[in-house]
Every structure is written in C-alpha cells, then in structure tokens.
C-alpha cells in the first residue's frame, strides 16, 4: 500500500501500464468513431433505428395498440436479463477480492498465467468490476428508456386525431428516437461485456490483453458495420 501511494506508476510494469491505456482509449476511441462512422456508413444501431422509426410510424395508423406496448415492454427483457447478470458478476468478483490469495494461487495454477502480486491481482479484479458496475449501469439506464417508450406508445393520440401526416411524422421522430436511445444504451452495456475479456487476457500477460483488445475491437465493427443480419436489415429498407 505504501508503494501505491508513494510511486504509483511502479506498480505495474511500463508495458502493463501501456496495455491498460491501450485498452482504454480503444474503448473510448472505437465507441466515438462508430458513431461518426455510422453517419456515413450505416451501423447496424443506426439501420435498425430506421427499422424503430417506421414501426412507431405504423403505431399511428394501428387503432389496438397492444401488441405494440407488449413488444416495446419484451424489448426491456434482454437489458432486465444482463443487468442481473451483472449484479451476480459484480458480487463474485467482490468476493474474489475479499480473498485475494487464494484466488492468486488458483490463477497461478493455470498454464501461462503471469505471476503477479496480490496486490496487481486486486488491481486486475478491480478493473473488471468497473467495467461490469458501468455495464449495470447501462443496462438499468435502457430498461428505464424503454420505459419511456412504452409510455409514449399508450398516450399516442387515437388514429383519427391527427390533423395531418405532418404529426404522425413528428410522434414517429420522437417515440422512435427514444426508443433508438434505449437501444443506443443498451449496446453500450453490451460493448463493455464484450471487452471484459479483454481484461481478462491481462491475466496471461500484458500481451495476451493488448492482442485481445484488439480482437474484440475487431469483431466489434465486423458486427456493427459487416454482418449478415445488416445487410438483411439494408435491404429491407431501400
């Protein structure tokens, strides 16, 4: 502790240190530059926000509208799902850090694990807990948005209220973007699973973490921008 607070930096090998802001800044960095990149190319969020738009476009044609509210309601299901997922990891590796040497020991059984102290492995499990507490946090954040959404789906006006089409274009603007926001969120909690094990790689080596990285950034964009399901989802717009 007192090497913590005396010559933080010494803490970890300079490669180590270089791992971890790689890391970061790939997060940061791929997160940003998927949303610019989808203004030009059209990510699989952005395609299926279209998709979201032309649906609470049809709400407003759409006299029974129940269907509409059960299906924006069974959307919160998968962000329900992880958010208590993360909850169940949060408090596992909350436990692993109460007993921190026995859970170095059994990592250090492992073939090709890197031989740390204590006090890196606390570093290391704390890392991941971060991400998955922001991964909750995420995933409460669009179950709540969704909410919103079904909310605006119940007090959409009756068929024959709108005065022109020019209103059902502005409700389908709206319901749609909030629910592309919850979707938008929704992902981010995804991302972060997906870049845990990353951090996990960092428990072989500070290789094995930027090499993971970098293989996770990568299926990233293969998903969002050259996946089957989008070029599905392309053509069924055009």
């Known amino acids: ?49 279209r998709w979201r738009r032309r649906w609470m476009l049809q709400v407003t044609w759409r006299e029974n509208r129940i269907v509409d509210s ?26 692993a850090l109460a007993s ?10 492992l073939p090709f694990a890197a031989r740390t102290s204590a006090l890196v492995f606390d570093l290391k499990l704390a890392t ?3 991400i998955f507490v922001f991964a909750f946090f995420r995933f409460t954040w669009s179950i709540r948005q969704y909410s919103f959404g079904v909310v605006m789906v119940g007090a ?14 502005l409700f389908a603007d709206r319901a749609g973007r909030v629910m592309g926001l919850a979707a938008e969120t929704f992902n981010d909690g995804l991302r972060a699973y997906y870049l845990s094990f990353a951090v ?20 990233l964009y293969r998903r969002e921008f050259h996946s089957e399901v989008l ?8």
């Not at 299906?71 to 329900?80: I, Y």
């Open 128 to 130: 991941l807990a971060a």
């Open 70 to 95: 059960a299906v924006a309601q069974s959307l919160s299901a998968s962000p329900s799902f992880f958010a208590s997922t993360s909850i169940l990891i949060i408090g596992g590796l909350l436990a």
């Open 231 to 238: 070029h599905a989802l392309r053509a069924g717009l055009d």
């Open 1 to 49: 502790m007192n090497l913590l607070l005396a010559k933080p930096f010494e803490l970890l090998p300079a490669l180590d240190w270089l791992a971890l802001a790689l890391f970061f800044a790939g997060w940061v960095g791929y997160a940003l530059w998927a949303k610019r990149r989808a203004e030009v190319r059209p990510s699989i969020l952005a395609t299926t926000n």
């Open 100 to 109: 921190t040497e026995k859970a170095t020991e059994l990592v250090q059984e």
């Open 200 to 219: 996990v790689a960092w428990f072989v080596s500070a290789w094995a973490f930027i090499g993971a990285t970098v293989f996770v950034l990568w299926v």
């Open 156 to 169: 959409a006006p009756d068929v024959r209220r709108y005065a022109n089409d020019a209103e059902r274009e």
